[in-house]
């Protein structure tokens, strides 16, 4: 069993009210928690995310079901990774980047480039593996590929060069519906589940990067455990002990790295009666104690490396967080590392 973000079923409620089907009574069905429809962090198991999209088809007689859930899906359901790849220099980077963090979305799913299994020549695999031993669902492998896809082609371009698509189940709509889904020739009962595409792909650069918020995306993303339920707070507090001294770090900034509306986040943080302010407060006053006690930096460094414009600035909080001034700060903190360091020169 593993465990997957529920944003995974973004657009589900969606599609089969649409279709006249009662999404809450799909989701009990299938097992999965209460809100796992409408949140995009809860973790929920693959298994049960899989059965709902299986139970809400038979029930519905859509066999197309994965493939229109998927076909309004975004990009921005991959949360932080989404910007992270979004503002990849190339789609090379964007690929090793999703690899590489894609358990912040699903613990037990890869991603990866593999060479063509027809050896065709100018032809790479992004091969998607659903983890050691475990048999896919049919419907659940259908909005995946065709997620994947369309992840691709928001990147680059829907004319990307598909060259056809390998799933490893019989088809459970008509096979001109793939097709049509995908723009591409699709093949039915392969080992594996992958999209073939053009090598020269990988070169292609990307359009709109943002350096700075890419950097803030993977500093958050490098410091998450495979457990996403951590709540706003610590995702904004991640966030910004990694990027602050970076440059300006506005509410804004850190709400884009975390994909979400800034509003949006507020209200997250609100819910846990924090706030932005004093979150990134705290993390600036644990930091200045840091480099005040442990460090002979001079103090107008420090204040860059928190993000202050001018010293006066740490000297205000200094007396607000300490009742002191930050050079009685290292003052009073001088014995205690003297102590501990005994070949220091006095």
């Not at 090793?96 to 790479?124: I, K, N, Q, W």
């Not at 509306?261 to 009666?273: F, I, K, N, S, V």
Request: glycine letters at 8%; charged letters at 20%.
């Amino acid at each position: 069993m593993s465990l997957v973000r529920s944003a995974g079923l973004q657009k589900f409620r969606q599609t089969v009210e649409s279709l006249g089907g009662d999404a809450d009574a799909f989701a009990r069905q299938a097992g999965l928690p209460d809100g796992a429809l409408d949140a995009d962090d809860l973790l929920v198991e693959d298994a049960a995310l899989a059965a709902v999209l299986e139970i809400a088809a038979s029930a519905l007689g859509c066999p197309d079901l994965g493939l229109r859930v998927a076909s309004v899906q975004e990009l921005s359901m991959l949360g932080p990774l989404a910007v992270a790849i979004q503002h990849s220099p190339s789609v090379a980077d964007a690929l090793e980047c999703t690899s590489r963090y894609m358990f912040v979305h699903a613990r037990g799913l890869s991603v990866s480039l593999v060479p063509d299994p027809d050896g065709a020549p100018g032809v790479t695999a992004l091969l998607y593996s659903f983890g050691p031993g475990v048999r896919p669902l049919p419907q659940a492998t259908d909005m995946t590929m065709l997620f994947v896809h369309r992840a691709v082609g928001f990147l680059v371009g829907d004319g990307y060069g598909l060259r056809s698509v390998d799933l490893p189940h019989r088809p459970l709509a008509p096979p001109g519906r793939y097709e049509q889904a995908f723009g591409a020739a699709v093949r039915f009962g392969r080992p594996q589940a992958l999209l073939r595409l053009p090598s020269s792909l990988l070169k292609r650069p990307l359009a709109g990067v943002d350096a700075t918020l890419r950097g803030l995306a993977l500093a958050f993303l490098s410091r998450q455990s495979p457990d996403p339920r951590t709540g706003p707070a610590a995702r904004v507090r991640a966030v910004l002990a990694q990027s602050l001294g970076t440059g300006p770090v506005e509410l804004a900034d850190v709400a884009r790295a975390l994909a979400v509306h800034p509003r949006t986040l507020q209200r997250q943080l609100g819910a846990e009666d924090q706030n932005f302010a004093g979150i990134l407060d705290d993390v600036r006053r644990t930091r200045a104690r840091a480099y005040l006690t442990s460090t002979d930096m001079p103090l107008t460094q420090i204040s860059r490396l928190l993000g202050f414009a001018e010293q006066a600035v740490l000297s205000r909080c200094a007396r607000r967080w300490w009742g002191m001034s930050p050079t009685a700060v290292r003052r009073q903190a001088r014995p205690a590392r003297d102590t501990a360091m005994p070949g220091r020169d006095r």
